[in-house]
């Protein structure tokens, strides 16, 4: 049974930075897209990052944050630099489904399965 399990997330001032992790248990991951989404209260999930062969980021934190994959470890991280109130939210860690599409990986139906989340608040 797939698991991923997210970590690293807190309270940190503004401009200050972040690592989340993901460990990601109970198949295999290495082909598959793995990506961070996050949402704050009153509003929809919405992509932050992801990463397969490539990287894409939403332009809200293009330039600030950086997602990176360990494959030996099953793991994907999101650094977070220069963070703002604004990325406040929780953050969650998702993993593609079967035949996820490179076109589609900004959308939520793109990823099969979901971590927890972890709380990142960002205080002004």
């Known amino acids: 049974q797939v698991q991923l399990v997210e970590s690293g997330g807190g309270l940190v001032q503004a401009g200050g930075s972040l690592r989340l992790s993901c460990v990601a248990s109970?198949?295999?991951?290495?082909?598959?897209?793995m990506g961070w989404f996050r949402q704050a209260p009153g509003k929809e999930r919405e992509f932050v990052a992801a990463?397969?062969?490539?990287?894409l980021y939403a332009d809200s934190v293009q330039g600030r944050f950086t997602i990176s994959r360990d494959n030996t470890k099953n793991t994907v991280y999101l650094q977070m630099n220069s963070l703002k109130p604004e990325d406040t939210a929780a953050y969650y860690c998702?993993?593609?489904?079967?035949?996820?599409?490179?076109?589609?990986?900004?959308?939520?139906?793109?990823?099969?399965?979901w971590g927890q989340g972890t709380q990142v608040t960002v205080s002004s």
């Open positions: 998702a993993l593609g489904r079967t035949g996820w599409r490179t076109s589609r990986i900004r959308n939520r139906d793109e990823y099969a399965y």
């Open positions: 109970g198949g295999a991951f290495m082909n598959t897209v």
């Open positions: 990463v397969a062969w490539d990287t």
